[in-house]
Structures are given as C-alpha cells and as structure tokens.
C-alpha cells in the first residue's frame, strides 16, 4: 500500500510499555501513525525520551510532544510534590492518578486527529491490569467516543472517528507477548512512576510491580534496567 493512500492515525505515547505495544499493533495493520506525547508536568522526564526514540525508530510519519501544565492543579503523586508516589498496595484509587488525564490527552488528540484528517486514536488503556484508574474503563472509552463524533466537524459530517484500546481486555504478561511478537524492545521503554533520568526503574512503585509480574507472566526475562 502507497504511504498516502494507508489509513491516518493518532497513536498516544508515554514511553511506556502498553503504548509502545499499541504502537507497534497499529503500525502492524498498515496505518500512517503520528505519535503523541505530554509533557505534563509529571515527576519523571525519562519516559519522554523514550517516547520520541521509539517512535522515530519504529518509523512514524511525525512525532509531537504537547507541553500542558497539570501540576498546576496537582491532585496526583505524579504532578504534586505534596504527595508521595506509595511504594506499597494501596486500596481503592491510588494517589497516582492524575485527575481527568486521559480525557485531557484524548482531547487534544481528538483535535490533532481532525487537523490530519485521521479517523483513529490508539489509546493503550487497559482495563485488566490498570490500577484502578477510572479513564481507563471501557465504558469511559465508549462515552468518549461517543462524545467526539457529536462535537467534531468530523462526526458532524459524518467521518466518524474511532477510539482503539487493543490491550483493554489484556492481562500485562498477554500484552508483553503480543508485543515480542512485533518485535517491541521492552529494554527501550520506561515505565516506573519515578524513573532517575536515565531511566533506571525504582522497582517498587505500582507501574513496576505491575511491569514486572507481567513478565513473570509472560514467561520471559525482564529487560527493565532498575536503580536497585
């Protein structure tokens, strides 16, 4: 297939190994990927890096990061120094969650996906392994959808844009599988809620463990470089 004439989408990237693998699925079935990050003000700017190495190196159309500021509103371990990221298992929603994120990014996904004229955003929510976090849920995937074609130029006239979540039924050590199956680097993505700028992984906090038993999972070694 011609580059101009494959399918345009706007794939969210955070440097992480759920993303990534989103990634690699969408470029896999023949889309014009343009990655998207945020510099939103989180603790750690290793994954960022990542994100823009990965890209470039897996072949995107373009990359863009988009500077916000949601430590101006804090809320989240991740965007508020008031808060510690937990290094242990907490109960109900953990104070790493960032208030309003993912509607937050796939708005402005939404809209640089109009700009391009793409009609698909991948998203790597995931509802199995997600911590608990709300903007992770296939019901707020749905409404948000749903949102989008009433209140795009797009949707009006009737070019209906779609929100793929392929990972949001996957337990980590599936969605690690799929992606060695690409041929994902997991060595090249940082996870960790307070990676050191190298991107060493602290192996303690909720995004490690998770990283890491999913490996277990999988059955294969873990690549993450961590600080201890």
């Known amino acids: 297939m011609n580059m101009t004439n494959k399918a345009k989408a706007v794939v969210l990237v955070s440097g992480g190994l759920d993303s990534i693998t989103v990634l690699a699925m969408a470029l896999k079935h023949g889309y014009q ?9 989180q603790r750690y ?3 960022l890096v990542a994100a823009e190495k990965i890209s470039r190196e897996m072949g995107v159309t373009d990359h863009k990061v988009v500077n916000l500021n949601l430590n101006s509103i804090g809320g989240s371990a991740l965007t508020d120094d008031a808060f510690a990221v937990p290094e242990s298992e907490t109960e109900g929603i953990p104070i790493t969650y960032v208030p309003a994120r993912n509607t937050v990014f796939l708005s402005i996904a939404l809209g640089w996906a109009e700009v391009l004229n793409a009609d ?24 948000f959808e749903a949102m989008a074609n009433v209140a795009t130029k797009a949707g009006v006239e009737g070019r209906k844009i779609a929100i793929r979540t392929p990972l949001i039924d996957l337990s980590k050590g599936e969605i690690i599988l799929r992606g060695l199956a690409l041929g994902v680097d997991y060595g090249l993505t940082v996870s960790c809620y ?14 490690c463990r ?10 294969v070694s873990d690549p993450t470089r961590y600080s201890v």
């Open 210 to 219: 998770l990283r890491r038993q999913g490996f277990v999972e999988a059955g």
């Open 194 to 207: 307070q990676a050191t700028e190298s991107g060493e992984a602290c192996g303690k906090c909720d995004s």
């Open 120 to 143: 698909n955003i991948f998203i790597g929510v995931n509802a199995v392994d997600y911590s608990g976090y709300p903007d992770c849920r296939p019901e707020f995937i749905s409404a």
């Open 45 to 47: 700017g290793a994954e």
């Open 33 to 41: 990927c343009h990655t998207l990050s945020f510099d939103y003000g």
